[in-house]
């Protein structure tokens, strides 16, 4: 059943069942990215028995593993509770441990860049344990399948998708291709595109409609190649925290209000449809991206008539190396045993 054809309220909240952590690493909630309005329009209030509340997060370097119940409440200014969610942070040992694992990314640009998935080798190495990811682009251990622009259609049905046999989506042809031996994980991370030209209310209502069954066909065809494999969905990272990195990146073409209401839109889809599922994980990208600090920024002039140089966010969708590595974070602590 899809959650299209409910309108979301700006402070509704996008809090995952469970959010992985591992001992002696940050994870971070960042308030702004669990909502689909403007977070200083609001109070929030946490209850949990870990971390820290900041001004603009909830954020934690744990110290032991476990399970750590954690609720995320909204308030109006005055005092009024507008929402409230719970999650889970489940914390896991750090070094070495459980067995290697074959992963697949799929994705748009931001698995293209390469960033993350060398950021996730490091962090393996680091601890000596191990991770084999699997693709046909990127350069030596660092692989997936990433290409700049794409949707889930594309990936679906388009001719030069790299899983599409004699015009179908076809996973084990795609295996038997590429000459791997088997997957353990496959982390899908696509919607940046399939959003960018959707209008926000029956735009994204149509776009939903074509876009998930196609993403539930291409989840279970990778099953039936193998039932054990683990899907992760990754939902999709938020935006840069300003409306100048929009205007630098398209100028009036998109706008961050815009596009973070279809940004919510498309993650509470993702979190309604494949939350509690057998062999499907949600993985929270979007909690621990610093959307202020670690996008791309340039310096700029005030005006024609001040040469000032002011520090300006550059690109609208786009991660810095910085917040790339922060995705890392979240994708070693849902890989690790």
């Known amino acids: 059943m899809s959650m299209s054809d409910n309108a979301p309220r700006s402070f509704d909240l996008l809090l995952p069942p ?11 909630l960042y308030f702004d990215n669990l909502i689909g309005g403007e977070a200083t329009r609001y109070d929030f209030d946490i209850r949990g028995s870990i971390g820290r509340h900041r001004n603009d997060r909830w954020t934690c370097v744990p110290e032991e593993a476990g399970d750590y119940p ?9 005092g009024e ?11 896991k040992a750090a070094g070495a441990g459980g067995m290697d694992r074959r992963v697949l990314f799929v994705g748009d640009s931001t698995t293209a860049a390469g960033i993350y998935t060398g950021e996730l080798l490091r962090l393996f190495s680091a601890d000596y344990s191990g991770v084999t990811l699997l ?16 949707r889930v259609i594309d990936y679906y049905e388009k001719e030069d998708s790299p899983f599409v046999f004699e015009g179908k989506f076809d996973f084990s042809s795609y295996m038997a291709e590429t000459g791997y031996e088997g997957v353990d994980d ?34 279970a065809d990778i099953r039936r ?14 935006p840069s925290r300003t409306q100048d990195s929009f205007g630098r990146s398209y100028g009036v073409l998109q706008s961050r209000r815009r596009y973070k209401r279809k940004w919510f839109l498309w993650n509470r889809e993702l979190l309604h449809r494949f939350s509690g599922r057998d062999g499907i994980d949600i993985i929270p990208l979007h909690v621990n991206i610093d959307t202020a600090r ?33 995705m890392a974070d979240v994708l070693y602590a849902w890989l690790k045993a």
């Open 18 to 28: 469970v959010i992985p952590a591992v001992v002696g690493h940050e994870i971070n």
């Open 70 to 78: 954690l609720a995320v409440e909204v308030y109006s200014e005055d």
């Open 81 to 91: 509770k507008l929402a409230e969610a719970e999650t889970v942070v489940r914390v």
């Open 135 to 150: 693709g046909t682009k990127g350069s030596g251990r660092n692989a997936f399948e990433g290409r700049g622009g794409w």
């Open 186 to 219: 496959v982390c899908i991370h696509l919607g940046i595109n399939d959003i960018f030209h959707a209008s926000e209310e029956n735009g994204m209502g149509e776009l939903l409609g074509r876009a998930m069954p196609m993403l539930e066909n291409m989840i």
């Open 225 to 238: 190649f193998n039932a054990a494999v683990r899907i992760g969905i990754m939902l999709i990272i938020p």
């Open 294 to 326: 670690n996008m791309p920024s340039e310096l700029t002039a005030g005006n024609a008539r001040n040469g000032r140089m002011e520090l300006s966010q550059s690109n609208g969708v786009h991660p810095a190396p910085e917040g790339y590595r922060q």
